[in-house]
């Protein structure tokens, strides 16, 4: 039986089986999650809610909600316009009682002074997945939340706040649309304005998305061809005694995909770039220590990668390619030489 040696790739093994870019199964997932099309496509509905001349934030939440355009997406073309992701909104309410230790946002509508009491924040978090304005949660209506609410307050009238806390009033002072509420000439310039400048919001929301497509079909690909019973394959596992982002505590390391067969584990890495991204380094970076960690524990270690953009990165991909059990590129015909890997390893035939 041959060694579990001959799984490990050379760079230019690697290379020459490589598909380089999506396969079109998975640029239809992509397509499907892409946020950047759904955003332009609703551009003009997003814009004809917000011009309605309301009295104050529950009538435009009134409209919000009988409106045929989802409230999460609503949500997230505020989030756009004001370059305020989901991670810096879970930052705020988790300083909340600081931020406004008496629950209330004052802000000015159409001229006049307006207090908003939050309904939920700080008892409920912000953030992508609760808000659902992430991913395939996006695709999905979802009737007007109290936290919903709460975020669309903020994102329209953030800048009012005059606290102490530089980063917050920072990130705050650009969530300045409810200034424009009322004016619909300048509120539509305002919005096309910011359209045109890609947000970095955008940007990571679709790494997000193909990064976690990939890891994705790698996933179920294994659970539907590997054909080995009792075997355990989950997204985000940690492996038993390996550690390093947290020594002191000694919280296990994540890896992208881990599978179990009773005492038995395997980590597998994900990367697929068609554009050159320092993910890539930041996997090679950890390679070597991952590799020394998983094998004195007595596991093993895989790498899918490919992408014309990872390939770009010669020196990280060596790297990753010399401490890795396994390494294969992303075609269906690579994928089963990983589920060979996996049998051989997990049937003790090493």
């Not at 890495?269 to 991952?290: D, L």
């Amino acid at each position: 039986m041959a060694k579990l040696t001959k799984y490990r790739k050379t760079f230019e093994e690697l290379e020459k089986v490589a598909s380089k870019f999506w396969p079109s199964e998975l640029s239809e997932m992509e397509a499907k999650l892409s946020v950047i099309p759904l955003l332009l496509k609703t551009q003009d509905q997003f814009t004809s809610i917000i011009s309605v001349d309301t009295n104050d934030l529950e009538d435009l939440f009134s409209i919000i909600g009988v409106s045929s355009l989802p409230p999460n997406l609503f949500l997230k073309h505020l989030a756009i316009l004001a370059d305020v992701g989901g991670e810096m909104l879970r930052k705020v309410s988790n300083e909340f009682g600081m931020l406004f230790p008496d629950g209330k946002l004052h802000y000015r509508w159409k001229g006049n002074q307006r207090t908003y009491t939050f309904k939920v924040v700080p008892k409920r978090k912000f953030g992508n997945q609760p808000l659902k304005i992430d991913g395939k949660e996006l695709l999905k209506k979802h009737p007007l939340s109290d936290l919903q609410e709460d975020a669309i307050a903020l994102l329209l009238f953030g800048s009012a706040y005059s606290g102490d806390n530089e980063e917050i009033a920072n990130t705050l002072a650009k969530c300045e649309i409810g200034e424009h509420l009322g004016k619909p000439a300048q509120l539509t310039d305002f919005i096309k304005q910011r359209y045109i400048w890609v947000s970095q919001i955008t940007k990571g929301a679709k790494a997000n998305s193909l990064g976690q497509i990939a890891q994705q079909f790698v996933a179920r690909y294994l659970k539907e061809q590997l054909g080995l019973s009792g075997t355990d394959i989950k997204i985000g596992g940690r492996l038993p005694g390996v550690t390093h982002t947290d020594p002191e505590t000694g919280r296990l390391t994540a890896f992208d995909i881990v599978v179990t067969k009773a005492a038995k584990y395997l980590a597998i890495e994900v990367s697929f770039q068609v554009t050159t991204n320092s993910t890539i380094e930041r996997k090679a970076g950890q390679a070597k220590s991952r590799y020394e960690q998983v094998e004195q524990a007595g596991h093993k270690i895989a790498y899918v990668i490919d992408g014309a953009g990872n390939f770009e990165r010669e020196s990280a991909l060596r790297v990753i390619c010399s401490y890795s059990h396994c390494t294969v590129a992303f075609s269906r015909s690579e994928l089963d030489i990983l589920c060979q890997f996996v049998r051989q390893y997990f049937s003790k035939m090493e």
